[in-house]
């Protein structure tokens, strides 16, 4: 067989669309599966349209959950039981939406109705997307599976049907951040299938751009008319990571653009440059709230970590920015909470605040968001990440909203990573079993019993290359490398 040839173009910026040109791979070139995916690619064309779903999940990451958890492979089986165990995945789950969120103290305190309902639809969102597959995304359905989607659909319609303002004290802003992310999160799980009614998913769309937008980019842009460092750098993520999300949800490329280019440039404290705002010498970068307290510090990373990986997916490689400096940043964060000792250069702000020691307080707490941050790192890219992947492997199975506390800061970041993140190492051989052709017909040089795979394919259900870390219950093809 000659060598394949192939070109792989990518456009520049966010939600570059990839082009494939392939001849002989050992595939025959009419097969369907493989015209589907080309004609996916080319009438995608040069155009700057966002993957869906592209957030924190593709459809070939919904995928591998789904084999995985079929097939009854750990870690995922165990983070999947860890799914379905919390109450928030519960077909029985009732919202409890409000015209006016409050957060703060002093104020009509309500919030905690918001956060359990983003927790709940994510959650059920996700288990009916992983319990259903693509058959019910094109009409075909179980009784039990429809329960999953109806919940999470009626959470999500009764908060764009009654939701019109957050208010209270400037945590006001922290509602909008982390609540923002994680409903438009669920959102894009649930977008796309035939039983939410477009008039529906555009009053939900219409909701996070005049409710939660207008909050995140005022307080990025003017943090409530404080001086530029008075926020910790979790109050700019959470506004940065609902940002991104819902000009991905909208389809909007100025809302998402802003968003990178406060990562990249912002003056807060959540850009790259000063949320790791000191580069030790041997590899560790200083996290802008170690000196405040390890709960805040640990929040950062799986806050940012949500960032980092929406925008992965959309094309924006902003994990390896200015020198993969963010990983620096995790890498001593989870150092310190593991219990061995960091380096530490005293912390100044523009309130005077003076920081001279690292904070104990906190030490060793249990967040989720490890998994993601390790996998990436590590099991996608093959960089090193030592205390991130001890700290995966202490919380591994990550839980979600409440199992870490029924208060809000048990709700702030969405969890289930184990289930959700967990790749096998790249460049790791799959061997997968496709079956035995039919007696009195020749096998396929390209289909044998146990075939082992590349790393590298091209999918029907994305229609471009992806790795592939798990079997697909759709066909995908291999791709050789190319010639060195």
């Known amino acids: 067989m000659k060598p394949a040839t192939w070109r792989l173009a990518r456009r520049l910026g966010a939600g570059a669309v990839f082009s494939v040109a392939l001849a002989t791979v050992g595939i025959g070139a009419a097969n369907p599966v493989m015209g589907t995916a080309s004609a996916r690619l080319s009438a995608a064309g040069d155009s700057l349209a966002f993957v869906h779903p592209g957030m924190l999940h593709l459809q070939s990451d919904i995928d591998r959950m789904q084999s995985m958890q079929l097939a009854k492979q750990e870690p995922w089986l165990s983070g999947w039981n860890r799914l379905i165990a919390n109450s928030h995945a519960s077909a029985a789950y009732s919202p409890r939406p409000v015209d006016t969120v409050y957060r703060g103290t002093g104020t ?15 959650a059920l969102a996700l288990r009916w997307r992983i319990a259903s597959g693509p058959s019910e995304m094109a009409g075909a359905h179980s009784d039990a599976d429809t329960l999953y989607r109806d ?38 799980l649930m977008r796309g299938n035939d039983h ?78 000063n949320v790791v705002w000191y580069l030790h010498p041997g590899g560790l970068g200083q996290w802008q709230e170690s000196g405040r307290d390890q709960g805040h510090a640990l ?30 940043g995790f890498e001593y964060v989870a150092k310190y909470n593991l219990g061995d000792s960091v380096p530490y250069r005293t912390y100044d702000n523009c309130d005077k605040v003076n920081q001279t020691a690292i904070s104990p307080d906190s030490r060793g707490g249990m967040r989720p968001g490890w998994e993601l941050i390790y996998n990436h790192y590590v099991n996608r890219k093959g960089i090193p990440a030592p205390y991130s992947q001890r700290y995966a492997e202490l919380v591994r199975p990550e839980g979600g909203g409440g199992d870490y506390g029924p208060n809000s800061g ?9 289930l959700t993140a967990t790749l096998k190492p790249a460049g790791t051989a799959l061997q997968w079993k496709v079956g035995n052709p039919k007696p009195g017909k020749k096998a396929d040089a390209s289909r044998r019993e146990s075939a082992s795979l590349p790393p590298l394919f091209l999918s029907n259900t994305e229609g471009r290359l992806v790795p592939m870390h798990a079997p697909r219950a759709t066909p995908v093809f291999a791709i050789p490398p190319p010639p060195r």
């Open 299 to 328: 929040l950062g990373p799986a806050v940012l970590g949500a960032f980092l990986e929406m925008a992965w997916h959309q094309s924006d490689d902003l994990y390896g920015y200015d020198d993969n400096r963010i990983l620096k």
């Open 196 to 273: 939410w009614a477009d008039a529906d998913f555009a009053r939900f769309r219409n909701m996070m751009d005049t409710v939660f937008y207008p909050m995140n980019h005022d307080f990025l842009a003017d943090h409530h008319g404080a001086c530029i460092s008075h926020y910790w750098a979790n109050w700019d993520l959470v506004n940065m990571a609902s940002m991104i999300s819902i000009g991905i949800l909208n389809d909007n490329r100025a809302i998402y653009g802003e968003a990178v280019e406060y990562f990249k440039h912002g003056a807060g404290n959540g850009s790259v440059q």
């Open 410 to 418: 048990g709700y702030d970041q969405l969890g289930y990573g184990t």
């Open 108 to 122: 009509p305190e309500n919030y905690s109705r918001l956060y359990n309902d983003a927790a709940a639809a994510y």
């Open 151 to 188: 919940a999470a659909l009626r959470i999500l319609n009764a908060w764009s049907s009654t939701l019109k303002k957050i208010d209270g004290t400037t945590d006001k802003f922290l509602a909008a951040g982390i609540y923002g992310y994680q409903l438009a999160n669920a959102a894009e």
